[in-house]
């Protein structure tokens, strides 16, 4: 079993930066694959990012390269997404999951979300 609590999200300009943190709990924290999904108002969640159980491999959505990084601390039990040059459409509430298969992420347990607004 594993537990996930975000953190980080907020309001912030279009341009700005987060970072959003999803601790975990559980011994086997460092056995799962982790990601982040987002889900916009009256659309489906999508997949963002993930990172291998390593932290070696990762894998983003198209549209955040180059703006969003991954990366997970094993030793704070902590996965984190730093997102840079944030744009209104990344208005979205954020979840993270812990699960398998970076480039097809399945979730098996998943946060609550944080919400994060991009204001224009």
């Known amino acids: 079993q594993v537990q996930l609590v975000e953190s980080g999200g907020g309001l912030v300009q279009a341009g700005g930066s987060l970072r959003l943190s999803c601790a975990a709990s559980?011994?086997?924290?460092?056995?799962?694959?982790m990601g982040w999904f987002r889900q916009a108002p009256g659309k489906e969640r999508e997949f963002v990012a993930a990172?291998?159980?390593?932290?070696?491999?990762?894998y983003y959505k198209d549209s955040v390269k180059g703006r969003f990084t991954i990366s997970r601390d094993h030793a704070k039990n902590t996965v984190y997404l730093q997102m840079n040059s944030l744009k209104p459409e990344d208005t979205a509430v954020y979840y993270c999951?812990?699960?398998?298969?970076?480039?097809?992420?399945?979730?098996?347990?998943w946060g609550q979300g944080t919400q994060v607004t991009v204001s224009s």
């Open positions: 999951a812990a699960g398998q298969t970076v480039r097809s992420f399945q979730g098996t347990y």
């Open positions: 559980g011994r086997t924290f460092r056995s799962y694959d």
């Open positions: 990172v291998s159980w390593s932290g070696g491999y990762t």
